[in-house]
């Protein structure tokens, strides 16, 4: 991995050269669209909180949608945005419990304090669902589109063909995975790529948008509209 170094100072407002090797495909031309910075700032734009999620929380949400916005002029940023939109999911997910309902959570059930832990406790308080992320909502098609690609490979294997064409998959087509159960999924994922972060890791990668997508659903989900039962209920 070659170091970087400090940009030009004459290249600071100027598009990170990588960003040429991501956009888009029309699936009817098959012509390439490379990415903008409009359709950048577009996409981070989307991915907001709700009016309901606490100011505190929004604000250090913004911080970490502001440094992905960055990424556009320096690659490196990425992971320094995922980083901190992760520390915003902790930091959302303990406010929203509270100190001493989680301790008495942990002591209960002799959990060591962590990430993975405060997912845990959401779970199991029904404070999120897989049903509610949009991962989940997609997860019949993408588990076809898995299937397809291993098929795919298995068939260039076998052939010795160079390329193959795939017919393309319509995602009306296909209805949630009802097996998937997304919060396993980020009992694992999330809790890995957080300790990396917090102990240092030279990982990089463009492909975090996903993880504000998670984590914006995440967030939000722990603050709904609530009727005065559920009120009681979360109190007790």
């Known amino acids: 991995m070659a170091r970087d170094g400090l940009k030009p100072f004459d290249e600071i407002l100027k598009s990170d050269i ?5 956009g888009t495909v029309d699936q009817r031309t098959g012509e390439f669209a490379p990415r903008t910075i409009e359709s950048f700032y577009a996409e981070i734009e989307a991915v907001s ?7 505190e929380i929004a604000i250090q949400y913004d911080v970490a949608r502001n440094i992905l916005i960055y990424a556009w002029f320096e690659y490196r940023f990425f992971n320094v945005a995922e980083a901190q939109v992760l520390n915003v999911l902790e930091l959302a997910i303990r406010e929203r419990i509270g100190k001493e309902r989680y301790n008495k959570y942990c002591k209960k059930y002799r959990k060591r304090k962590g990430m993975r832990t405060l997912i845990e406790y959401c779970r199991d308080h029904q404070l999120v669902r897989s049903e509610q992320f949009s991962a ?3 997860s019949g098609y993408q588990k076809a589109k898995n299937e397809q690609l291993s098929w795919a490979i298995d068939s260039l294997k076998r052939t010795g063909e160079q390329e193959l ?7 009306n087509d296909y209805p949630p995975d009802d097996e998937f159960d997304y919060i396993e999924h980020l009992l694992t994922y999330v809790n890995k790529i957080r300790n990396n972060y917090a102990h240092g890791s030279t990982m990089l990668h463009p492909n975090v948008i996903g993880t504000f997508v998670m984590v914006s659903e995440f967030i939000n989900q722990l603050h709904p509209v609530q009727n005065a039962e559920e009120k009681k209920r979360i109190k007790n």
């Open 165 to 171: 064409l795939l017919p393309d998959l319509d995602p």
């Open 136 to 138: 989940w909502q997609i």
């Open 18 to 22: 990588r960003h040429r090797n991501f």
């Open 49 to 55: 909180l709700t009016n309901l999620v606490p100011e």
